[in-house]
């Protein structure tokens, strides 16, 4: 059974910093190009970050590029993203998914996990 188990998320003023993890089992995790979306309170699921399969790329939407920072650790099988300099339009459900390809409307992902909230206060 495939599992994406989110942590990290929490309560952090503007300015600050959060790191997410994202544990990954039951599935060949290098096989899979691993994904951070979020879900603001009455907004559409949002693509965040992308990592790929060997970990040498990465891409992100625009409004986090500079500030947030995904990486992978194959052997682990985690993905992380570390945010810094968090505003209040950051604040959101986190959700790691993996993919075999390249999506970012999250409607092609394999997997997703149930989301960790992440609330940053002004």
């Known amino acids: 059974q495939v599992q994406l188990v989110e942590s990290g998320g929490g309560l952090v003023q503007a300015g600050g910093s959060l790191r997410l993890s994202c544990a990954a089992s039951?599935?060949?995790?290098?096989?899979?190009?691993m994904y951070w979306f979020r879900q603001a309170p009455g907004k559409e699921r949002e693509f965040v970050a992308l990592?790929?399969?060997?970990?040498?790329?990465?891409y992100y939407t625009d409004s986090v590029k500079g500030r947030f920072t995904i990486t992978r650790d194959n052997a682990k099988n985690m993905v992380t993203l570390q945010m810094n300099s968090l505003k209040p339009e950051d604040t959101a459900v986190y959700y790691c998914?993996?993919?075999?390809?390249?999506?970012?409307?999250?409607?092609?992902?394999?997997?997703w996990g149930k989301g960790t909230l992440v609330t940053v206060s002004s």
């Open positions: 039951g599935l060949t995790f290098s096989a899979y190009k």
């Open positions: 998914a993996a993919s075999v390809r390249f999506d970012a409307t999250g409607n092609d992902m394999n997997y």
């Open positions: 990592c790929t399969r060997s970990g040498d790329s990465s």
